[in-house]
């Protein structure tokens, strides 16, 4: 299985867990602790109203990434550690590893405790900066877990891959164990998940931006029968119905920016890199941006989609957003790394934040000074963002209060 890439049409691109092994590399041996939804839901149970500053709620995750919340329990999807299978360089530099260490985790009154494990994962030997689970949703015992790729969904056949590469890329689905584990500390899943939908496949067959076929589905949002899904790397949003079928509902532009220093003068051209999608109050979708290289600060957008019309900027000036979500009529956006990725000193892991987004696309600070944030959810008057994102069993879930 080859996993190295080469730039095709002026596109540079890395998307989501493989940009952070560009950005990151040698920087995310982090211990445990190091660390300080979504509109994905956020509804019943008990949270208790929120301390003034960020509180622990899990810990010792591994490259933890989206995550949401279903009858008060908090579910997290972990992209593993790689392991041990299939080494080989990568598609930034340096080897990668095959294994099956993605899991997702669930948080709830009990503790935290992992009940899915055995998803596809791939990683530096160290384990950081993983790509394998990205996102997970699950309703009353039912799961669905979206697994990234970062590559030409052929790479998943090609000669070498392990026999569980063909599910990187893919919208996998189950059921929980008993009645969605209520009070239970030992549930798990019934039975191996399956395929729900082929997302990268549509990359293949479909390339919506018309540029390199490169897949890494990392966004999840359920929607009425189905689901919406952010490809940060074929730069599209699209729907998968609960047949399977995916469809491209909108395809966000690749723009000209001025390059980074160490490179000769002339804009470049850098992908939009979409990472999460939401409902809005508006019942359009608002579409968050990472961007490609070279990752500018200020360089990102939230889109704003609507089924058959082109995406339109709803707010400018953000940097590398990971996620976003709805509360209360008021869009939240946590950004990865609040100087650009490039600005990342090295051997140390990028700062973030959580952002209000007020109207008009003004932005206010609600935490900074985060541990490579990613995820957002929410539940009573709290935010809940993944933080150590790239870290091997350094990754944590902090509970943020909310005015």
Known sequence: MDLTTTPSRGRRHVAAGSLLTLALTGALTIAPGAASADGHGGHGGHHPSPPDGPVVVATGLDNPRQLSFDDGDLYVAEAGTGGTEACQPGPEGGDVCF?????????????????????????????????????????????????????????????????YAPLLGTLLGGRLEGDHGRGSADRRHDSAPRVLADVSAHETAANPDGAQVDSNPVGLFRARGGWIVADAGGNDVVRVN???????????????????????????????????????????????????????????????????????????????????????????????????????????????????????????VVADDLVAPYGLAFAGRSAYVSTCSVCPDGGQVVRLPLR
């Open 99 to 163: 294994g099956q260490t993605g899991a997702v985790t669930r948080v709830d009154r009990w503790g935290q405790r992992r009940v899915l494990e055995g998803l596809p994962s791939i990683a530096a030997p160290d384990g950081s900066a993983a790509i394998g689970p990205s996102d997970v949703s699950v309703d009353d015992g039912w799961y669905a877990v979206l697994v990234g790729l970062g590559a030409d969904p052929s790479a998943r056949t090609a000669p070498g891959a392990p026999a």
């Open 242 to 364: 609960r047949g399977g079928r995916v469809a491209t509902l909108g395809v966000f532009p690749t723009r000209l920016v001025p390059p980074p220093p160490f490179l000769p003068p002339g804009d470049i051209p850098m992908d939009a890199v979409p990472t999460s999608a939401v409902r809005g109050p508006d019942g359009a979708l608002y579409v968050s941006q990472l961007t490609g290289f070279p990752f500018p600060a200020g360089g990102s957008n939230i889109w704003r989609l609507v089924r058959g019309e082109a995406p339109t900027v709803y707010a400018t000036g953000l940097t590398n957003v990971t996620d976003l979500g709805w509360r209360g009529g008021r869009l939240y956006a946590v950004q990865l790394a609040d100087d650009g990725l490039l600005a990342v000193p090295e051997d140390q892991p990028p700062s973030g934040s959580l952002l209000r987004i007020d109207p008009g696309g003004a932005h206010e």
